[in-house]
């Protein structure tokens, strides 16, 4: 008999680490060998059915492929070492492609952690398709060691495997490997810099804001711009650097007007208290032009860097502006508004004025921003019941919702309480399709 692979007897010599104990080491592998032999055929029989649907291409038939990778899911771990197999193609072209890709989104769904030696084992082997495939996994293995081998292969990879790596570490989201990404910010391959940002934004790497600082200083590629503003939002807090390496970003064009009010809002947490290059620029978004997303933005973070000045001003202008016969019923005023009162605790102007943007909206979005906007001030006022009647007609997704609360420390909060979530479960049932 032939002796099994190691990827293969890798399973098995987990179901049998209880037993070392009472049996000689030496022993070990043998009876992992004969009970993999003995077991295969029946893993081949019920994997067999699936292989052919496998062996499409995922884009192009994804509804049915994520039902047949659930259902091979469902088969357990007696399949992963055939899947491991079918990572390594014995032969090249599409359909081998696919096959492999599929089998590893079904080896994501089965605690790649239980097989790290084996994903280690193909990283380290011949086939280009089974060290991509298993770079991947270990991108998903809840263990630690997983992260330290991906920082490995970032010295020995190059091109866009180096990209595969890049993405497995920023779902690791393990800032073991921050020092060799940022040195990567220096390569003339833009797509390379890009994943190593979108690494270190995951791992919150604040120790190399530094070489970052220095990257971004340098970089022409405009498109890479809101990257940067993302990693510093993620790692930096209270830095005067990373501040004023931004605060260039809003000069001219070279951010779009909402990757321009993301870096504004950034800039609460990135800049120090006080900090007045960053207030004084913010103060000059407001006298640019008259009420906007942005104006606004730059008005709650200068509030939150200790000065009340734009709020105020921005409010006086909003209110001139509704003063005038033509201008109040303009919806967007009274959502710039509201927003100002919600920043400064005024709940139930807030309120008042969503509820006039919902009564002169001119669309869904100002629709969805108002009732949104209201069920925040109900939950941060403590009327619940009036919080969950606004849930149903204001259009949001259960998912929606929740996802606020991810923006929203107090709403989070409100999200959990027992009548709150009574009503998401009955608003999930009305919006599942029948």
Known sequence: MPAASPIRLLPMLALLGAASAQVPLAEVAELATARAERSRPAQQKALEP??????????????????????VTALGDSVVPLLLEKLQPAAGGDAARNLAGNCRRVLENLDPASFLDALIELTNGASATA??????????????????????????????????????????????????AAGLLGSADRSIREDALGYLTAARATGVAPTVIDALAVEREAKLLPAYVAYFAAATTDSESAAMALLPLLDGERLDWQDGRRLVAALATVAPMDH????????????????????????????????????????????????????RQEATLYDYRASLNYAIGEYADAYADYEKALEFQDGMS??????????????????????????????????????????????????????VRQALVGLAKKQTPR
């Open 131 to 180: 060290r991509t495939e298993a770079i991947r996994l270990l991108g998903v293995a809840a263990a630690p060691q997983a992260a330290t081998v991906l920082a490995g292969l970032l010295d020995v990879v190059a091109g866009d495997e180096k990209r595969v790596v890049l993405r497995a570490l920023q779902r690791q989201k393990s800032p073991v490997a921050a020092i060799k």
């Open 276 to 327: 007045a290059p960053t207030t004084k620029r913010l103060a000059a978004l407001l006298d640019d032009s008259e009420p906007s997303s942005l104006s606004v933005q730059a008005a709650v973070t200068m509030r939150a860097l200790g000065d009340k000045t734009g709020i105020i001003k921005l409010k006086r202008a909003i209110d001139e502006l509704l003063r005038k016969p033509r201008r």
């Open 366 to 419: 100002m629709t969805r921003r108002a009732y949104t906007g209201m069920i925040k001030c109900e939950a941060q006022r403590k009327r619940i019941a009036n919080m969950i009647k606004l849930l149903e007609p204001s259009g949001l997704t259960v998912g929606e919702i929740e996802a606020l609360g991810a923006e929203d420390a107090d709403f989070a909060e409100t999200l959990k309480q027992d009548k």
């Open 50 to 71: 699936y292989l052919p649907d496998l062996a499409l291409s995922y884009e192009d038939n994804r509804r049915v492929l994520d039902q047949k990778i659930a259902a």
